[in-house]
C-alpha cells in the first residue's frame, strides 16, 4: 500500500504550484464572504450546505461561485489543475487513514480493549 501513496511535498508540478500560489493570493485579496464561499467549495461542501453556513440562499451562493469562478479564469487561474491535485492529496489522506484505523484496530485486539 505504501508505494501508492505520494506525499503532498513530493509532487513537482510547478504549473500546479503557480496556479495554487496565485488561488492563495486570490484567497488573502477576497472579501471575507468570498473567501469563505471559495474555500467551502473548494473542500467539495455542497451549495446547500454553504447557503445553511453563510445565511444566504441557495441560489446567492451559485452566484457568488460562478462570479469567483469567472475571476479566476480572468486571472487564469486553472481550477481544473488545483481540484486534480487536490483529490491525488484526498485519496492519499484516505488511504493513510484506513492504515491507520486498521491499526488501531490491531493494537485494540492485541491488548484486549
Known amino acids: 500500500m505504501s508505494e501508492r501513496l505520494v506525499k503532498v511535498d513530493e509532487i513537482e508540478d510547478s ?10 493570493k486570490f484567497i488573502d485579496e477576497s472579501g471575507a464572504l468570498n473567501k469563505a464561499i471559495l474555500i467551502m467549495s473548494l473542500d467539495g461542501i455542497s451549495h446547500a450546505e454553504i447557503s445553511e453556513a453563510m445565511g444566504i440562499s441557495l441560489s446567492n451562493v451559485g452566484t457568488k461561485i460562478a462570479r469567483i469562478k469567472e475571476q479566476l479564469k480572468m486571472k487564469k487561474i486553472s481550477l481544473q489543475e488545483i481540484w486534480k491535485q487536490n483529490e491525488m492529496v484526498l485519496e492519499n489522506t ?20
Not at 504549473?15 to 492563495?24: A, V
Not at 484516505?94 to 480493549?113: F, I, P, Q, T, Y
Open 94 to 113: 484516505r488511504s493513510l487513514n484506513l492504515a491507520l484505523l486498521k491499526e488501531v484496530k490491531l493494537d485494540k485486539v492485541k491488548n484486549g480493549r
Open 15 to 24: 504549473e500546479t504550484e503557480e496556479q495554487l500560489k496565485q488561488l492563495r
